[in-house]
């Protein structure tokens, strides 16, 4: 292929990725503001975060009772290092659909908040809580290990935790990473450096 055609190719596809995301930011603009966009976690810049925090602190000031806007705004609060503030939208959240389908991952980002903040005792009942209404979930495992393992230094109940953690996944690259973590802890090492948190 020539050097000419491929720059037109490329030339094109970002047209065509430019124009498809001008036509989605405008379609959404038109959706009306029942609660934000979804965003993953960890994404965006801090003018980012800022405007999904102004937009979701506005819609639950107008709806208090909009349970993605609170769990939305807890996200962004974790994601831009506001724990405290994260414990308390994950808190209204839970409060208003306490059985949602997404409870055992916001008792786990809350309990991360809870870890941020020193309150080891309250991390560890949000992880428990989570693993007991989803018995698979494997991040409240894994975050349960961790404060167990770092914080406070009861390496017997992070085995304990990453056992099960295992039962569940061990194939995977976190799951690889928990099986190493427990050889280290049976063999007398310290409490892992780094997690996967989330």
Known sequence: ??????????????????????????SNKNKGASAPAAVPMGSGSPADYTQRIVEAEKIVAQ???????????????????????????YS???????????TP????????????????????????????????HTQSLFNLGIVYANDLKQNDKAIV??????????????GQQVKAMVEDLKAGGGPPKSGNWK
């Open 92 to 102: 209204k959240a839970l409060e208003i659909d306490p059985n949602h389908q997404n």
């Open 1 to 26: 292929m020539k050097q000419e055609n491929l720059v037109y190719i490329v030339v094109a596809l970002l047209v065509g990725l430019l124009g498809g995301f001008l036509i989605f930011s405008v």
């Open 105 to 136: 991952n916001v008792l786990t980002d809350q309990g991360v908040m809870y870890r941020k903040m020193g309150l080891f005792d309250k991390a560890v009942e949000n992880f428990d809580k989570a693993n007991k209404l989803d018995s698979k």
């Open 63 to 89: 709806n208090p009772k909009n349970y993605q806007a609170w769990v939305q705004l807890g996200n962004d609060y974790f994601d831009t290092e506001q724990p405290q503030k994260a414990v308390n939208a």
């Open 161 to 174: 935790a990453w056992q099960r953690y295992l039962v569940l996944d061990a194939m995977s690259p976190q």
